[in-house]
């Protein structure tokens, strides 16, 4: 099964949601605001200056115009993780767009976000202050590895493909037999496409599945 569910907006805008996380879309003719129930979303954002885009997680609202990024809310932290463009993040009352600069003093310390930031939000505080870094491509991709990617691999070992298949998917995938694992093949599939997964080594290289009792699925040569 697919680890999340991916969506369009009416404005264009696309939302990927990872299992289990809730949104509400509240758009008006001003303002493209989308309520974090909980769990986490990634957004591709469609431009639009003249209205802004606005993620509410609780008391914590990321603002931006056209921009990629990704919410992660729990009971007392939200964070946020911006891979492209620039997104604000500030208090839920505060004003979305140029009235932001005029907003009063808000119980979530206003900060903006650039590419490659990350900022934590304890929710809980009396003051909220954004905690900034910026993170590796590594760590990056490591914190979006429930995001469906597509795997496009050439000449590479079965052992490779595998380990790539595993840092985006639930699913989990062996090869214990060592040869097998050093097998090359070319493949290109979606990180969450199991099924055609499986059904590409078994019609094109002879590989069965075999499902164990944890649920891990293992590969053997037939």
Not at 7 to 33: C, K, M, Y
Not at 67 to 74: L, S
Not at 79 to 100: K, W, Y
Request: proline residues 6%; charged residues 20%.
């Amino acid at each position: 099964p697919s680890p999340c569910e991916k969506h369009t907006l009416p404005d264009g805008t696309t939302v990927e949601l990872n299992r289990g996380a809730e949104i509400a879309v509240e758009f008006s003719a001003a303002l493209r605001r989308v309520r974090l129930v909980h769990g986490e979303a990634s957004f591709v954002v469609a431009k639009d200056v003249l209205r802004p885009f606005v993620v509410g997680a609780g008391a914590v609202e990321a603002c931006a115009l056209g921009t990629v990024f990704n919410v992660r809310r729990e009971s007392a932290i939200v964070e946020v993780l911006v891979t492209e463009g620039v997104v604000r993040v500030q208090d839920s009352a505060a004003p979305a767009g140029p009235a932001a600069q005029a907003a009063p003093a808000a119980r979530v310390a206003p900060a903006v976000l650039t590419a490659g930031q990350h900022a934590i939000l304890t929710v809980d505080s009396p003051v909220v202050a954004a905690v900034v870094t910026t993170l590796s491509t590594v760590e990056i991709d490591r914190r979006l590895a429930w995001q469906p990617r597509l795997l496009d691999f050439d000449d590479a070992p079965l052992s490779e493909i595998v380990a790539a298949f595993n840092r985006h998917n639930p699913v989990r995938f062996r090869v214990p037999d060592p040869a097998l694992a050093g097998r090359r093949m070319t493949a290109a599939f979606r990180s969450d496409n199991v099924e055609g997964f499986v059904r590409l080594l078994a019609g094109s290289y002879a590989i069965h599945a075999e499902t164990e009792a944890d649920g891990a699925i293992s590969f053997r040569q037939r």
